[in-house]
């Protein structure tokens, strides 16, 4: 996708995501825990839930976007949320 050092430029990172947000699994970690930068993904694609840092895939609004653009993205979500009925 990337050489390493754009990997973790945020501002491109953050333009690819909103491009396609599966392109979230190629960013560098720190930015896969970015909440902004994993909002604008999920909102592109719900899948790219599943690259998120795992205290993302707890964040209840976060989740719920991702759900809404791909109810299939609910797999990525930590378990609390799973059994969440709203």
Do not use: S, T
């Amino acid at each position: 996708w990337a050489a390493d050092p754009l990997k973790g430029d945020r501002d491109l990172v953050l333009e690819a995501v909103r491009q396609n947000g599966g392109a979230l699994q190629w960013a560098a970690a720190p930015l896969k825990g970015d909440r902004e930068l994993v909002l604008e993904a999920v909102r592109q694609n719900g899948g790219a839930l599943q690259w998120a840092a795992a205290p993302l895939k707890g964040d209840r609004e976060l989740v719920l976007e991702a759900v809404r653009q791909n109810g299939g993205a609910l797999q990525w979500a930590a378990a609390p949320l799973k059994g969440d009925r709203e």
